[in-house]
């Protein structure tokens, strides 16, 4: 398995979460990750992004402040850690990855990526 996401559940609002991706990322040079998420009825949504090489990560409008990504290298796992959860933050949350660095412009690209965790449900409701 090249990426493997976990962690997700069910959270009150306002309650926190942590996601893992597991990545087979030395074996496929995967350099650049990725989070995503896809509510119910919607299109697939681009959350953040991180660099293995350790620049600082990035963020969609719609998380920034509220969730944050970083990586453990001996473990190869990304983690996305989100805070002050919202109803609107339910989707399924998926991991990607690619060989090389993408320019801000284009990492909400769900083409730029050419590998896909299986997706985590996240579902927050009281």
């Known amino acids: 398995v090249q990426l493997q996401a976990s962690g997700g559940g069910l959270v009150q609002p306002g309650g926190s979460l942590r996601l893992s991706c597991l990545a087979s990322?030395?074996?496929?040079?995967?350099?650049?990750l990725a989070w995503f998420r896809q509510s119910s009825g919607k299109d697939r949504e681009f959350v953040g992004s991180?660099?293995?090489?350790?620049?600082?990560?990035t963020y969609a409008d719609s998380v920034k402040g509220r969730f944050t990504i970083s990586r453990d290298i001996a473990k190869d796992t990304v983690y996305l850690q989100m805070n002050d959860l919202k109803p609107e933050d339910t989707a399924v949350y998926f991991c990607a990855a690619r060989q090389n660095r993408l320019v801000l412009s284009a990492r909400a690209n769900e083409g730029a990526y050419n590998w896909w965790g299986q997706g985590t449900l996240v579902t927050v409701s009281s």
């Open positions: 991180i660099y293995w090489g350790g620049e600082s990560p």
């Open positions: 990322r030395r074996r496929f040079n995967m350099n650049f």
